[in-house]
């Protein structure tokens, strides 16, 4: 199982990024949508997604908010991250098969609370860019490493 | 199946609220973290989790998004709703078991490109804060009504 370290309040600088990337499958897009309980058949009928303007299936807007917040908590900050706010600007749908890149950069430290903001990123395998938005964390004073399992899923 | 009707642009009023209520089990938990891909233990392991500051393992924060995003797309306005953006913040942990309430209030709208601003509350059990936000959408035109069908997941 793979082990992840965090980065603290006093090693991040700003300026400093991560990413992370995904290509988007119909399971993914079903699996937001029961966790969510958003079952629109925009998501998840073909049919009815090609009479739409967008022609196909598209990602639930909020599944990259999920890709952005996992990056957070997963890299950067990481491990002891307290997410305080996220705001999200949804620009071009995404399609099952896309593949997502999550850029995220520090723009700002505040020493009082371990507050860091952190622009967000989200482009396609064109360059384009689907999402923007910018979230504020609290980074861990302490340096950790944890140990990623990946639970089965029952349902 | 069930049928959804959504609420054209003409048809909501300021002021007019949806909610919809969800209590957190760990499986909804564990389908958040495989949409995301966010598997901290914090999410996910009782052990792990019971050494933090939180004490249980927590829902991810941007799951209660998804909830926020899904009354939006089911609810009001509903389908054909074109989301631009949303902010959120992040109250109070939210713990398995926990029942939360989605509340959107319609704030504003903008007739020339059919924009509407939405004000989101969820609340705990217990009536306390836990998410708030803002969003932006672009409400249908036309009224529309849907089945929902809710696939089985492979994973």
């Known amino acids: 199982m793979p082990e992840l370290r ?4 006093d090693e ?7 990413e992370s990337k995904r290509t988007v499958t ?6 937001f949508a029961a966790a969510s309980g958003d079952y629109n058949p925009l998501h998840l009928d073909p049919a009815y997604a090609a009479g739409t303007r967008f022609g196909a299936c598209i990602a639930h807007g909020m599944f990259s908010g999920g890709l952005i917040s996992a990056v957070l908590a997963m890299h ?5 991250t307290i997410y305080l706010g996220q705001s999200l600007s949804f620009r071009l749908p995404v399609k099952v098969g896309d593949t997502l890149t999550v850029h995220l950069t520090v723009a700002n430290k505040q020493p009082r ?3 860091v903001t952190l622009d ?3 482009l396609n395998q064109d360059g384009k860019t689907v999402v923007t938005g910018t979230a504020e ?3 861990p004073a302490e340096r950790e490493t944890i140990t990623i399992a990946t639970p089965a899923l029952t349902g």
């Open 76 to 80: 950067m900050p990481g491990p002891g």
């Open 113 to 115: 609370r371990r507050q």
């Open 26 to 31: 119909m399971e993914d897009i079903r699996l």
């Open 6 to 9: 965090n980065h603290t309040f």
């Open 12 to 18: 991040l600088a700003i300026g400093q990024q991560a």
């Open 137 to 139: 964390v609290i980074a």
């Open 120 to 122: 967000c990123l989200v």
